[in-house]
């Protein structure tokens, strides 16, 4: 059997409802060369039938013990015959353009090793509020210790490397072991990228960037920053501009405790740290939504 050009890898737990409408969108591309591989992390509902009962030689499922994504994705990297492997979250759309674009940039930039292709966010409703397609520079490397700037959809990586630099499957670190294999990349190889937008990002009340705990939410940003001081060759890369990622993370972290009531008083303690970091918190508009929860919500 012939491997394919591209492997798109859709983790998945218990998404059996969306997931469908995830697998018809990646079955519409304009680009035919690509395989499609379902991972399931333990999940407890029908996902194995509903993915089963789509009948296309291009869809291969597979269930394991639940390990949450990283594992998920580390496990569909494994299986992967493409040269390149995409990793596209199970409730979201991709475009009918999303691998032809990436086969078109490739085409400008043999030598990637990644890149990063545009994307919005969009409603259940299919309707499009927000897109992210105006990113500048040769490269997206300058930017990425300036918060998480990518999206998983958006993101692909050679086989050969994904295999050597893979997911951090530490579950505490879960929601934020994307940003952390970015960085890593980042330091090492360069990342091209596409304005042009391929995919959406579904913005639904399931999505689990709306289900945080205060004490998980800490915990996993500030093991996001102690494992990223471990790797010698981000903390070499970005310099000085690591304190970007330390403010980003502790402002993120204050933001999402000011909309909780008893978390208000932490989350000034978080803002403090935050601009500790880099006073450059101030001139961006996360700090004033901080602010504006504090007050409006207090």
Known sequence: MNSPFFSIVIPSYNRSEMIVKTIASVLQQTFNDFEIIVVDDGGTDNTEEVVCNIKDKR????????????????????????QFVNFFDSDDIALPNHLQEAHSLLSKHPDAVWFHLGYAFADPNDQVFRAINSLKGDTLNPIVCDGNPLSCNGVFIRKDIITQHK???????????????????AARFPLYYSNTITSWVVDHDLRSVRTINGAILINRLSLLVQYLKKDEQVITY????????????????????ADVPKYKLRSVVYTIKAMSNN???????????ILKNLIIKW
């Open 59 to 82: 869809i291969q499922y597979f269930k394991k013990q639940n390990g949450e994504r990283a594992a998920a994705r580390n496990c569909g990297a494994a299986i992967a015959r493409g």
């Open 167 to 185: 997911f951090n499957e530490d579950r505490n670190l879960s929601a934020s072991e994307d940003y952390e294999l970015w960085c890593r990349l």
């Open 238 to 257: 970005f310099g000085k501009d690591f304190s970007k990622i330390e403010m980003d993370s502790n402002s993120y972290i204050a933001l999402h405790l």
């Open 279 to 289: 006073l450059s918190l101030l001139r961006k508009k996360r700090f004033y939504a």
